[in-house]
């Protein structure tokens, strides 16, 4: 327990909270979120559609404003103003994998670019040479044909795009991925490579990941921790086989249990638990953010608590 | 069937990668989609053959159009070989009229295109990229739109003296900004897609950020935007000319001459007829050429 | 056939007013002309006979005139019921009241001002009062003195009589303009003079017809007077004016039958030969209306002012334009037939020995002359150039620069020849032909070293060019207004109200005073005489050709209408006779012949 | 809502000021001769001239005319006309004038609905047959050619053809075919465009598919899926277009001498009619605008995503 | 036991292609289909390799561009291949055989309420007055989950989650009582716990009206939970079919292979999972032997040669690979397939 406190703390948001305007109402989509990432975990956000996590890895990264609270990155907050070189720094040594590569890429561009657009913007090499030579390593990285500059996106099939788009996060050569739901657009069977590049650029690299998803089968393969968010609210953190082993709250265990497992006979005795939050009874007392276990987080006020552990 | 059969093939990963597209080039491929509507490239041939041909005809040809006959038998005559279209009421000859009238028509339309267009893009994807830019350049739309453009048009040229660059003026003063509408709304659906996003978070600036994730996707508007505002700025020409704004005199232009044969349309047809001819075909052609473009530089429609 | 009952015509662009004493186009003259009847009219063939004054007579030295109204003539109103009020010996005092009211705006008042006596002072003494000027009255005392010091006067109810400043025998000749037409005071006092004429309610009416309808911007219609006191003379039943301001399709209109009457430009009538509309063609009378070229002696342009006001050169223009080549546009057959080479029309002024003003031996001359004479042209223009550059073609004392005429043009002058003159014209078609060959004609009469700039005014020829001077030569007009040479010749002395070139001939001023004090009509058209060979000789203006004498097509049986050179007599419909066809040639020029014969006793 | 609408109204006000502030403007820059009848302008004296444009304000600083101009319109004064129909009260033209275009806007209107959207669904349901290449055709013509020429040879040849009057005579009914027709042409292409291109494009979405595969007829999807939906995003700009109609048609009125408003600020600019030109300015401005914001209105009204934007993202954010 | 069920629709051969500006594109090449009465059958494979397009020649559902150009659909004593007038398909569409598609989103006319979207299928198809067809519609909106019928009845879709509108759709599928509902991958756009949900909700939909399901997914888990039996679609043509613990305990294709193990949820932490590489095939080629030959690693050489046939691996399970032949050499499984059984009984047991 102590030696991991002892690990570098990579990224700590701290009481987040980012609002939306509707109209003229205003609506908290990430509602005093709080977490750290140590350096070189995975950590990973699942929930449901809409529960934020996408509004979370936006605001990490400064494309929305956060309302409240605090984002620091080694320290230094990176959610206000930041100088133009802390900019730079951050927007260097932090970069995102994008949900959809059908989308995230611009079809208007040759590989060459997109891959190379980060290297132009911090003036990342010295020559025309230098910048192929970068362009085709990275590409070989993620097992992309160094000839595949020369093309443009819409040649490309799923997979290969979105390799695309972790070349040209990599080539940054950063600390820190975001890697929002990087995975949900593609195809089974090219999901597997994917999953594989990712962790074996953790081991070769040393990476360090902020990981989202809502398919939890593919967050315990990949994530050291999870963060379980539920209505712009992290209801449970633990280590991912503790959340799997021993699931607390009930939002946790309805996610479990609806996971569609590839087996016939497991699947015929499924049973199903659907989480109805009016089973909580936080009209006098607001739920606390509690550790039930060590380094096992949950959301829940003392009564549940008592009850949850007890199970 | 060998028992080799039955033996494993050799197999490298790699190879499997390999996409089945060949190089792909996007202005190659708009153009080769182009040319394969029949219609559209000959019109395209067409209209080419005519802008060519008004271009060189006052290099080609010496025939003065504006030279007056002071021999009044040589007024109004009908077409003949002396005159393949006629003569018109001072016996000016109206092939080479319709032929100088052509080319400033198309001078014209392409300038105030090219004003248009260009203006527009820019203050478009700037409109619809910085955001704070949005209330008050949709305030100018609404401004400008508001102003009828009759009253638009009269008064500059009202106020400036009638000639070529008060249409241009005029036209383009005003024309930038439906232009710019429409490229403001592709930018906004663009500017939050994506790869946008990703720019930004790549720390690209904006001008690479429009010149290069914005700029490309609003090819097919900007090439169906100059189609559209070329027909239109030749009709501007001839609605000035039947208000009395048009270009001066001396100008020939095709707008001149429709006004001209039109008063005299009913007793010799011919002085109508024939720059009106070519004033359609060229019209029509470049619109329907414009769009078969703007729809060939779509690559949806590449394969 | 039977006759038709109803006469249509065009016009291109709404009235302003029908306040008939503000007439500023022809077809205000139009409605005005058949509305309202003055004390006399033309008859026919052009003599003044009775019309709301029974008789009249005159003083020994034309200098007192009264008339003895026709009784119990009613106004009508736009119902064409009779009104309450009689046409009273007053409603003349009224109406000369009326534009003696500086206010009033009445533009063409000037005429009458030095006739009338003491008109003239009443009207400034108003003026000045209103510019703020101490006249020792005030605008009341002023008013009140009308009665007293203008000579116009109602002896008794049916008795108008109005005093001269000098022997006016013409004086009838003023009597058919709307200055002299009545106006009855308690309508205009219910109207409120600022909305008089401003809709057919705010009118109401004396002459043949009355003001049925009129809906702007497309037709005005008028309709018999069955209250008129000489309602058996009218022979068509309603008159229907509608703009059309497209005039491209009138001649399509008239052959369709939708209106009875259209002239025609010479291309028109060129297209119709071999039609049977061909033999419909007929050259309608010319009128007494000049139109000439006017040049701008004070232009902002230094190359045509140094050369216009080069007698030289002027003379060069003179003889140069070949005036018969640009009518042949109008008129393609025979061009000569409507040039007018004196200022003073013809078959209007004549002395007590009857003989016509323009026979005087000096204008005579200039009468039957052919001015277009290209040899000498070049002389005179040679002799100009020698005169005013320094022989390599550079204009003395002109510096190059840019002159500023906009809107209408701007002139990079370059001080050298050939010489840029700026001609101002009206939009129209013909218009613009005739500056397109007068320019072509020019350069090839002088070699291209007169080189004609065009420009176009939109609307209106005064405000937009000749009153902010931006022309160097134009063609001007004017209408006739009275028997007498003055009525045009006055106004074109050093700051006469149509010297729109700003000139100054003294010997010519000089001249037109001398005249303007004899009394007996032969000297005085003698000395005239002299005045306007001076205006000729030196090329001052160009005269270049009468007005009417169109080419049209028409269901109007000809010499039916009142016949007159001045006021409103040209558009009066009274008396007028349609037929079902259109006329033909021949048939007119059966009935002029008739006409004329008929005319000779007279 | 009602916020809402409060807030488009005063946008849209604010547009309309700005607009006219712009033209007003312009309009000191034409020179000031434009106040005076012609007959005033000779028959005065510089000084004369000065003091009447004094006298109607004109050398005032221009916020204070302006003030004047917006003070009188708020009283329903709009001034008179100077130089066109001189001392005519601006109302008296409008009342004279607008029911003609009024009119014959209404009437060209109905049928380029009519007719556009028979044209649209003719279009559509024939896409790309020769019924869909015709069409378009009409409308590449009717769109590229100056309309001056086309509706010059209408009016020569049909009514040479037909043997009708050449101009428009308000008691004979044949007289308001050509112009109301004429007036339709750009409408029902610019309907018939419009139309199809958005059936073209219902036609493609996943709910008429999914309706297909329930085993709706075609006609029935047609009717009630197809063209129901293609109409809404028309509607929109239905009021402008109505709103419009009173400002007529320079070209057709002139040809066919209709005494509506198509000519008259051409007219009234070219003869520097300033009082008239502001007005119908201003005219045109508030129409403009109005048929915009009804325009919006209408949307909601008939598309109930719109009406209920603002309802429907605050349920979405509450839900689970 | 097979036997003894009723064949509903037998699909014979079928190859769909499209004509793609000049080109031709096979979609579907040769692919054969039984369906019982009653069952659910799902098919499985990845993005393009003909799912959709398959399912949808069944209701003469393929784009305006699409055509069958071969094969047998036969259905009730009718070859749906052979219909060619629209007239024919009205009578199959939605009371015979209706469909469910992907996105819920998109599939629901967004200016007409949900009452009349159910309502107008029910008055069409069952011949209902407004009053019956409204309590009906109300009836189906309750069965499928939805609460508070009465109110949603009138509500536009946009004010529907999306699970919501899923379950509307399956409403107006369901309320033509078809006698077979194709589901084109209907959850793919929702959520798990959704998804599960509207899986159950199908369930009790098919149980209570005996229609037959074609499931189409690639999500295995979803297979696993709601098919009798399953076949697999490579690139145009159905590579395996069997019941559904056959094809998942004992699969036999190499691209069945593939696809069972590149599942996460096999994978073990820390060790790369199972990847397929390259990419599919491009369909505006003739395809050579097997599709997926250039993309397995344990390619045959007749694969490049030769198209294998069908191999029967039980009474209700066939495979088309080489590697059934008996003189193919013995290939086995990855061994995570063969792990699967255990595994998922296993380590899958979520806490509970
Ligand atoms: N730019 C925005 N403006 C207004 N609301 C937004 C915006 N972005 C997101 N939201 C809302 O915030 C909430 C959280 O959205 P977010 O995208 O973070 O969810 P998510 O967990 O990433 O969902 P998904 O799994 O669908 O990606 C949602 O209700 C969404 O509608
Ligand atoms: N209208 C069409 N024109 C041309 N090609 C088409 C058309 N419709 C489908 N295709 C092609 O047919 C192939 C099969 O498509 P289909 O939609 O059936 O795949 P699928 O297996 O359903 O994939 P997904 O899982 O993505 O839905 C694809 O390559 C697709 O591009
Ligand atoms: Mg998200
Ligand atoms: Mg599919």
Redesign the interface.
């Known amino acids: 327990m102590a030696a991991e406190d002892k690990r570098e703390i990579l990224l700590e948001v701290k009481n987040l909270t980012v609002d939306f305007k ?4 205003k ?1 908290s ?1 990430v509602d005093d979120v709080s977490f750290h990432i140590y350096k070189g975990e995975t950590f990973s956000l699942v929930g ?1 559609s ?1 529960s934020g996590k996408t509004t979370v890895s936006r605001a990490i990264m400064g494309i929305h404003q956060a309302s409240q609270g605090d984002i620091l990155y080694k320290g230094e907050s990176v959610s206000g103003n930041m100088t133009g070189s802390q900019e730079r720094k951050f927007r260097q040594s932090v970069q995102m994998i994008f949900q959809d590569p059908m989308a995230s890429l611009n079809e208007r561009a040759k590989v060459d670019y997109i891959v190379s657009e980060g290297l132009y913007n911090f003036k990342l090499f010295k020559g025309e040479k230098e910048r192929k030579a970068k362009v085709e390593r990275t590409l070989r990285k993620v097992g992309l044909l160094p000839d595949f500059a020369s093309r443009f996106p819409h040649e490309f099939s799923g997979g290969q795009r979105q390799r695309i788009g972790i070349a040209r996060a990599l080539i940054m050569e950063p600390e820190f991925l975001v890697a929002d739901e990087p995975i949900s657009a593609l195809d089974v069977s090219i999901r597997a490579q994917i999953l594989n590049l990712l962790n074996k650029l953790k081991k070769e690299e040393d990476l360090t990941y902020l990981f989202i998803a809502h398919d939890l089968s593919v967050v315990r393969l990949i994530s050291d921790r999870i963060a379980v968010i539920y ?1 712009g609210k992290i209801v449970e953190l633990a280590e991912s086989e503790e959340l799997f082993r021993r699931p607390l709250h009930p939002y946790t265990k309805g996610l479990l249990s609806a996971i569609p497992l590839p087996d016939p006979e497991s699947e015929k005795n499924k049973n199903l638990l659907i989480y109805d ?1 009016s089973i909580h009874d936080y009209d006098k007392v607001p739920p606390s953010w509690c550790e039930a276990y060590p380094g096992h987080w949950v959301l829940a006020d003392e009564r549940e608590l008592d009850l949850w552990r007890r199970r | 069937m060998s028992d080799d059969a039955f033996t494993f093939a050799p197999w490298n990963p790699e190879a499997a990668e390999e996409t089945g597209y060949s190089h792909y080039s996007y202005w190659r491929s708009t153009f080769r989609t182009f040319i394969k509507n029949r219609l559209s490239l000959t019109l395209l041939i067409i209209m080419g053959v005519l802008v060519l041909f008004s271009l060189l005809y006052p290099v080609l040809a010496s025939v003065d159009p504006n030279k007056v006959a002071l021999d009044s038998s040589l007024w109004n005559r009908r077409p003949d070989f002396a005159h393949i279209f006629g003569t018109d009421g001072l016996g000016r000859d109206i092939w080479a009229r319709t032929w100088y009238g052509t080319r400033t028509s198309i001078l014209l339309a392409f300038t105030i295109a090219f004003f248009d267009v260009g203006i527009g893009v820019v203050a478009g994807a700037l409109w619809g990229y910085v955001r704070k830019s949005d209330q008050i350049m949709t ?1 100018i739309y ?2 400008i ?4 453009s ?2 638009y048009l ?3 040229s ?2 400036m003296k009638p000639g070529f660059w008060t249409i241009v003026i005029a036209m383009s003063s005003r024309g930038w900004i439906t232009i710019a509408r429409f490229i403001r709304n592709k930018v906004i659906s663009l500017r939050e897609s994506e790869y946008n996003v990703a720019s930004r978070c790549l720390g690209t600036p904006l001008n690479r950020i429009l010149g290069k994730n914005i700029i490309p996707f609003l090819v097919s508007i900007i090439i169906m935007q100059t189609a559209l505002t070329i ?1 239109y700025s ?2 501007a020409e ?2 000035l000319g ?3 704004l048009g270009l001066p005199l001396d100008t020939v232009s095709l707008g001149n001459m ?2 001209q044969g ?1 008063s005299n ?2 007793l010799y047809p011919f002085q ?1 007829t024939w720059p ?1 001819v070519i ?2 075909v060229i ?2 052609s ?3 050429v414009g769009n078969k473009f703007a729809d060939a530089s779509d690559p949806k429609n590449h394969l | 056939g039977e006759t038709p009952d109803q006469y249509r015509t065009t016009y291109a662009t ?1 009235v ?2 029908l306040n008939y004493f ?1 007439l ?1 186009d022809t077809t205000a003259l139009r409605v005005a002309a058949n509305t309202m009847d003055g004390l006399v009219e033309n008859d026919r063939y052009g003599k003044f006979v009775p019309s709301l004054a029974e008789r009249w007579d005159h003083n020994g030295d034309f200098t007192e005139w009264t008339f003895y109204l026709r009784p119990g003539v009613k106004w009508v109103d736009s119902m064409g019921q009779e009104t309450a009020w009689e046409v009273t010996a007053d409603d003349f005092v009224e109406g000369m009241r009326f534009i003696a009211e ?1 206010k009033n ?1 009445i ?1 063409n008042v000037g005429i009458i001002r030095k006739v009338i006596s003491g008109l003239n002072g009443y009207y400034w003494d108003l003026v000045d009062i ?2 703020g000027v101490d006249i020792g009255k005030t605008r009341e005392e002023a008013l009140a003195s009308f009665d007293s010091s203008v000579g116009v006067s109602a002896p008794d109810k049916y008795t108008v009589k109005y005093t001269l400043d000098n022997p006016t025998p013409y004086f009838l000749s003023y009597l058919v303009t709307e200055l002299f037409f009545p106006l009855e005071k308690e309508f205009l006092d219910s109207v409120g003079a ?2 008089f004429g ?1 809709t057919k309610e705010k009118l109401i009416f004396t002459g043949a017809y009355y003001l049925a309808d009129w ?4 037709e005005i219609r008028l309709a018999k007077n069955e209250h008129y006191w000489d309602a058996g003379t009218v022979n068509v039943g309603e008159i229907s004016l ?5 005039d ?2 009138r001649v ?2 008239f052959q ?1 039958g ?1 209106v009875s009457a259209t002239t025609l430009q010479g291309d028109q009538v060129k297209a119709l030969e071999g039609t049977k509309w061909a033999e419909n063609v007929f050259l309608d009378e010319k009128s007494s209306v000049t139109y000439w070229f006017a040049m701008n002696y004070t232009s902002d342009n230094p190359e045509a002012r140094a050369f216009i006001n080069n007698v030289n050169f002027r003379k060069a223009l003179y003889h140069g334009i070949d005036r018969a080549k640009l009518l042949e546009l109008v008129n393609p057959y025979e061009p000569e037939a409507l040039l007018r080479n004196t200022i003073i029309p013809e078959d209007v002024i004549f002395d007590e020995n009857g003989q016509d003003y323009t026979d005087y031996p000096l204008l005579k001359e200039v009468k039957e002359r052919r001015t277009y004479d290209r040899e000498l042209a070049q002389e005179y223009f040679q002799k100009a150039v020698d005169e005013l550059t320094d022989g390599n073609g550079n204009i003395k004392g002109v510096s190059p620069g840019t002159v500023d005429m906009l809107p209408i043009a701007e002139i990079k002058a370059d001080g050298k020849l050939p010489v840029q003159i700026l001609f101002v014209h009206p939009t129209d078609p013909t218009k613009t032909r005739e500056a397109l060959l007068l320019q072509e004609m020019l350069r090839d009469t002088f070699d291209g070293q007169v080189e004609l700039v065009l420009g176009q005014y ?3 020829k ?2 937009d060019t000749i ?2 001077r931006r022309f160097d030569l134009l063609y001007d007009s004017f209408s006739f207004k009275y028997a007498d040479p003055m009525a045009q010749l006055g106004r074109l002395v050093t700051d006469g109200s149509v010297n729109d070139g700003q000139y100054s001939f003294p010997e010519f001023d000089k001249l037109v005073e001398e005249a303007d004090g004899k009394t007996s009509l032969t000297d005085r058209y003698e000395i005239f005489s002299r005045a306007e060979r001076f205006l000729i000789d030196n090329a001052v203006i160009i005269p270049w050709q009468a007005g009417g004498g169109a080419y049209s097509m028409d269901t109007v049986v000809p010499f039916s209408t009142p016949r007159g050179g001045f006021g409103v007599t040209r558009f009066k419909y009274k008396g007028m006779i349609l037929q079902q066809n259109p006329i033909t040639a021949d048939q007119y020029k059966m009935l002029e012949k008739a006409f004329r014969a008929d005319l000779a006793p007279n | 809502m009602s ?1 809402y609408i409060v807030k488009r109204i005063l946008q849209s006000l ?3 000021v ?2 006219v502030i ?2 007003f403007l ?2 000191r ?3 000031t ?1 434009g106040y ?8 005065m ?1 510089e ?2 001239r000065s003091a009447y444009l004094r006298n109607l304000g004109i050398t005032d600083p221009a916020v204070i005319q302006l003030q004047r101009f917006f003070a009188g319109v708020f009283r329903g004064d709009l001034g008179r006309s100077i ?6 009260p601006i109302s008296t ?1 409008l009342a ?2 607008v029911p003609y275009s009024l009119w014959f806007g209404l009437a060209s209107m109905f049928i380029s609905v009519t007719l556009g959207f028979g044209l649209g669904i003719l279009m559509a349901r024939f896409k790309d047959r020769w019924p869909d290449h015709l069409g378009t055709a009409y409308v ?2 009717v ?7 086309y509706l ?2 209408i ?2 040849w049909v ?2 053809i037909m ?1 009708w ?3 428009f005579y ?1 008691d004979r009914p044949v007289t308001w075919i050509l112009p109301v027709v004429s007036l339709s042409l750009t409408g029902i292409a610019w309907y018939g465009i419009w139309l199809r291109r958005f059936m073209v494009d219902e036609e493609n ?14 006609k ?1 999807i047609m009717r ?2 197809v063209l ?2 293609a109409v ?1 995003p028309l509607v929109q700009y239905l009021p402008v277009q109505l709103l419009l109609t009173i ?1 007529g048609s ?2 057709i009125e ?2 066919y ?3 509506g408003m198509g ?1 008259l ?2 007219y009234a ?3 520097q009619d300033n009082n008239l ?1 502001q007005v ?2 201003l005219i ?2 508030v129409l ?2 109005a048929g915009v914001f009804v325009g919006d209105l209408l949307m909601a009204f ?4 719109i009406r ?3 309802k ?6 509450l ?2 | 036991m097979t036997e003894t069920r009723e064949k509903i629709l037998r699909v014979e051969d079928v190859v769909i292609r499209f004509n793609l500006r000049g080109k031709e594109l096979t979609a579907v090449r040769s692919a054969s289909l039984d369906l019982y009465k009653g069952e659910t059958l799902a098919i499985v494979g990845e993005s393009g390799s003909g799912k959709s397009v398959f399912t949808k020649s069944f ?1 003469g ?1 393929l784009d305006k561009n699409g055509r069958v150009a071969s094969g047998n659909i036969l259905f009730e004593g009718e070859n749906l291949a052979e219909f060619t007038r ?1 007239e024919q398909w ?1 009578k ?4 015979k055989i ?2 469910i ?1 992907q ?1 819920p989103m ?7 309420t949900i009452g009349e979207q159910i309502r ?2 029910i008055t ?2 069952r011949g209902m007055n407004r009053q019956e067809a409204r309590e009906e519609a109300l009836a189906m909106l309750g069965k499928v989950g939805i609460g508070d019928a009465a109110q949603r009845y009138g509500q ?1 879709p ?2 529907f ?1 999306g699970g919501m509108r899923q379950r509307v ?1 399956i409403a ?2 369901a309320a ?1 009582r078809p006698d077979i509902l194709i589901c084109d991958e209907p959850t793919t756009a929702l959520d798990v716990t959704i998804q599960a949900q509207i899986l159950e909700n199908l369930k009790e939909l098919q149980r209570e009206m005996g229609m037959s399901i074609i499931f189409i997914t690639h999500d295995l888990g979803v297979v696993a939970n709601v098919a009798d039996r399953v076949a697999v679609m490579y690139a145009g043509e159905i590579v395996e079919y069997g019941r559904t613990p056959e094809v998942f305990y004992d699969p036999r294709h190499p691209y069945s292979w593939a696809l069972l193990a590149s599942l996460p949820q096999l994978g073990e932490k820390g060790e790369d999972l199972y990847t397929i590489h390259g990419t599919p095939p491009n369909l505006f080629k003739e395809i050579k032997g097997d599709a997926f030959a250039p993309r397995n690693p344990r390619a045959l050489k007749i694969d490049f040669e030769e198209a294998p046939p069908w191999f029967a691996v039980s009474d209700t399970h066939f495979a088309k690979t080489w590697l059934l032949h008996e003189s193919a050499p013995e290939v086995e499984a990855p061994k995570i397939i063969q792990r699967l059984k255990e595994k998922s009984l296993k380590g899958l047991d979520y806490g509970s």
Do not use: W
């Not at chain 2, 739109?145 to 009828?148: C, D, F, G, Q, V």
């Not at chain 4, 999914?210 to 075609?218: N, T, V």
């Not at chain 5, 998109?106 to 007409?112: I, M, S």
């Open positions: 509707l109209g003229r109402r609506f989509a449901e809409g209505k939050p | 305030e609404n401004v739109t508001n102003i009828p009759t009253v009269i008064l500059l009202y106020i027909p030749i009709g001839v609605f039947f208000i009395g429709v006004n039109r349309f009913m109508l009106t004033l359609a019209t029509v470049f619109y329907i | 709404e302003k007013t503000l500023l500086p705006g533009k209103d510019d600022e909305d401003t809906q702007r911007d497309k509608q703009k059309v301001a497209d491209s399709i399509q209109m369709r939708e939109v609307d209106d005064y405000n009153k902010p | 916020r604010l547009t309309v700005i607009v712009a033209v312009l309009l820059l034409m020179p001769s005076f009848t012609r007959d005033d302008y000779i028959n004296t000084e004369m130089t066109v129909y001189p001392k005519l033209i004279e004038k590449v013509a769109r590229a050619i100056p309309s001056l020429i010059f040879l009016q020569i009514t040479g043997r009057p050449m101009v308000e979405r996943d709910y008429i598919k999914f309706a297909r595969s329930k085993g709706l007829s075609q029935y009630h899926h129901r939906n809404v400002a320079l070209i002139s040809i001498s209709i005494p000519g600020l051409v600019i070219k003869q030109v119908l300015v045109y401005a403009g605008v008939v598309d109930p995503r209920l934007a603002e429907k993202k605050k349920k979405e954010a839900r689970v | 209701l559902m629209e009205l199959i569409r939605g009371r209706a469909m598609f996105d998109t599939a629901l006319n967004p200016l007409k107008e299928v069409l198809h536009y946009h004010e989650s759709v107006i599928a033509c």
